[in-house]
């Protein structure tokens, strides 16, 4: 009996904290993560998501941006951006409802464990009830974390959008404290998500045999 070996999907992202849950995401449903393309805003995803997108493409690829405060919902979004209602049945491109940091904070009782936030601080739907959730998780740091270096590192000083280690302190946490199925019970976005790589890799293996 032969063992199943693992595919490979290759990662287009807008951040380290997007490249992080990824990569979780992936490891987590027995796909080896491949390089990482982007990484630096989501002006990348939107400017190349149409060429992952082309039929001569043979690598398969998992993409992702956040929904920000944008007035469209993620279908209309991925549509948009593609040109086509539905992208290739080895992309998956995703949108965060309605940023990363709602799905991080979905895992609410490990989130409130490391950054040191009383119980009770997010909401249980964090897809419909944060409608700016990396301005929500510096409100509830700032005002209520017990740990000074969290604060310390993570809030933004000045003109600056985040800490001088938010990005350091996103990736361990998800490393090492995030739950994915914890996660998913407070955000469908997730969830839909994790069902589609779920069905990438059902494709692969078939693809494969």
Not at 192 to 205: A, F, G, N, Y
Request: charged residues 30%.
């Amino acid at each position: 009996m032969t063992s199943e070996v693992s595919p490979t999907v290759y990662v287009v992202c807008e951040d380290r904290p997007q490249q992080a849950v990824m990569r979780k995401i992936l490891l987590s449903r027995g796909i080896i993560p491949g390089r990482t393309y982007g990484c630096n805003g989501y002006g990348f995803i939107k400017t190349n998501i149409r060429r992952y997108n082309q039929p001569t493409v043979k690598m398969p690829f998992f993409a992702l941006t956040d929904l920000d405060d944008r007035n469209i919902c993620p279908g209309r979004l991925v549509e948009e951006w593609l040109g086509v209602p539905t992208p290739r049945p080895d992309l998956v491109f995703r949108v965060a409802v309605r940023e990363i940091e709602s799905w991080l904070m979905a895992d609410s009782d490990h989130f409130q464990e490391y950054f040191g936030i009383p119980y009770g601080n997010i909401p249980k739907n964090v897809d419909d009830e944060i409608s700016d959730p990396k301005i929500h998780l510096f409100d509830i740091i700032g005002r209520t974390s017990r740990k000074g270096d969290i604060k310390r590192e993570v809030l933004p000083r000045g003109k600056a959008r985040i800490g001088p280690l938010y990005n350091d302190h996103m990736e361990k946490y998800v490393y090492n404290y995030w739950d994915i199925d914890a996660a998913r019970q407070r955000s469908r976005s997730l969830s839909r998500t994790v069902e589609r790589i779920d069905d990438l890799k059902d494709l692969l293996l078939q693809q494969s045999n």
